[in-house]
């Protein structure tokens, strides 16, 4: 709120705001007010704020003419005389005062203001979450990069960046909702960055999702060129959809955005579905040969394939279930939508990250090598391995084999080295 008191003199018509200057010295009257001829010949756009110099306070509110909701407020009291020139003219922009008292103040009646009530313990919710996603994004890196080294592939080390993007996220969420209502310079900026992290951060888990439930260096190393294509697409046109959902936040925009989700999760859960066949096939295979399939590799994949399923199954539940309690933004408990969604989205990415992390698969099957190793090396007879060079081969010394060979009984002209 702007107020103003001054004893002016002389008052600029572009002092105050277009439409307030109008006001003042315009000709027309306004809408509720009412014009009366001034004893001392005042002007009649005076008139409509000072009743013929008489001292009374009148006030008026007005609404922008650019339709951005933004008014003025206007008391104004005291005695008014056009000064100066007796000739000059309303159009002149300078009138000169006596005595004039102004309070202005600036309104808003648009019904598009931001509540900053709505966002005030979103902040303590990042600040409470943002150190866990700190701590998952330490130790996800320390096990791909260190711990299980030797046993990392591409999939894992493009799994670290599910808490990394989570971890950025909640910085610039923090420092986003904390600068409503975005007047400032520096908020503009953290929106800007918040809004690009948001429209890459749900395409890029989605995708980590995707190429975990396809298999992707667990039970293949490559993929098909169609299914190349067809995660490109459906990734590039959900990015389009939260691009266009954050932008107009209408209920048109929704609906493109729940049909790529719709498109992705269906993708996600045929290939889920798709590697329990094969590795189910596998154990049967297995079984069908007399092996312990408890034993492989393969049953150990298998139920990590379980176990994302049961994983994108809750995800799914939870994510409908929350965005159906919470429907609207403005909700005074918006805080607590962003506490659920933060909460499920850390339970899902530990589930999931934890069964997916960089490990040897064949652990058990190692050990029963190891056991079988040493069984063999009691039970077995020793074989030694006896290299021969090729020119003697060709020599005397090259004998068939016989049944009633005997070299222990052999002639004594037979050579030192003999081949059989």
């Known amino acids: ?59 008026t509110g007005l609404a922008d003419d650019n339709g951005s909701g933004e008014g003025v407020g206007l008391n104004a009291s005291g005695n008014a005389t056009q000064g100066g020139d007796p000739n000059s003219t309303i159009g002149d922009g300078l009138f000169k005062w006596r005595n004039v008292n102004l309070t202005m103040w600036r309104f808003n009646t648009d019904d598009d203001e931001i509540d900053c009530d709505v966002y005030e313990y979103v902040p303590l919710v990042y600040l409470l979450l943002v ?30 960046w599910v808490p990394t993007i989570q971890f950025v996220h909640g910085i610039l969420s923090l ?18 960055f ?7 951060k749900e395409p890029v888990m989605l995708l980590c999702l995707l190429l975990v439930a396809k298999g992707w260096c667990i039970t ?55 590697n329990l066949r094969i590795l189910k096939a596998q154990l049967l295979a297995l079984y069908a040969f007399g092996i312990d399939p408890l034993s492989t590799p393969v049953y150990k994949k298998y139920r990590m394939f379980v176990n994302l399923a049961r994983f994108t199954l809750l995800f799914v539940v939870l994510e409908a279930a929350i965005h159906a309690a919470f429907t609207s933004r403005d909700d005074e408990a918006y805080w607590l939508f962003i506490l659920l969604h933060q909460l499920m989205e850390l339970v899902i990415a530990i589930g999931i990250g934890w069964t997916f992390r960089a490990q040897p698969f064949n652990v058990m099957f190692q050990q029963v090598q190891q056991v079988a190793t040493e069984l063999a090396d009691q039970l077995l007879p020793t074989i030694t391995t006896v290299e021969i060079r090729a020119n003697e081969i060709n020599g005397a010394n090259l004998i068939a084999w016989r ?4 070299l222990n009984g052999a002639a004594p002209h037979l050579p030192a080295t003999l081949v059989v």
């Open 131 to 160: 150190p866990l996603w700190w701590i998952l994004t330490v130790l996800w890196t320390w096990n791909t990069y260190r711990a299980n080294a030797a046993y990392a592939k591409d999939l894992h080390r493009l799994l670290c």
């Open 194 to 200: 918040w809004a690009v992290v948001t429209i890459l």
């Open 175 to 192: 420092f986003n909702y904390s600068s409503c209502p975005w007047d400032g310079t520096i908020s503009l900026v953290y929106a800007t």
């Open 1 to 59: 709120q702007l107020q103003t008191n001054e004893s002016c003199t002389a008052l600029p018509a572009g002092y105050i705001r277009s439409n307030v200057s109008a006001l003042l010295a315009g000709p027309l009257v306004p809408a509720g007010l009412n014009a009366t001829s001034g004893a001392n010949g005042s002007t009649p756009g005076l008139d409509g704020f000072f009743d013929g110099g008489s001292g009374a306070a009148l006030g």
């Open 403 to 406: 049944p009633s060979l005997d």
């Open 220 to 274: 293949r190393n490559s993929l098909e060129r169609s299914e190349v294509y067809i995660a490109g697409t459906v990734v590039a046109l959900l990015y389009a959809a939260v691009s266009i959902h954050l932008s107009l936040q209408s209920v048109v925009s929704l609906i493109p955005m729940v049909i790529m989700y719709m498109a992705m999760l269906t993708d996600i859960a045929t290939s889920i579905l798709a």
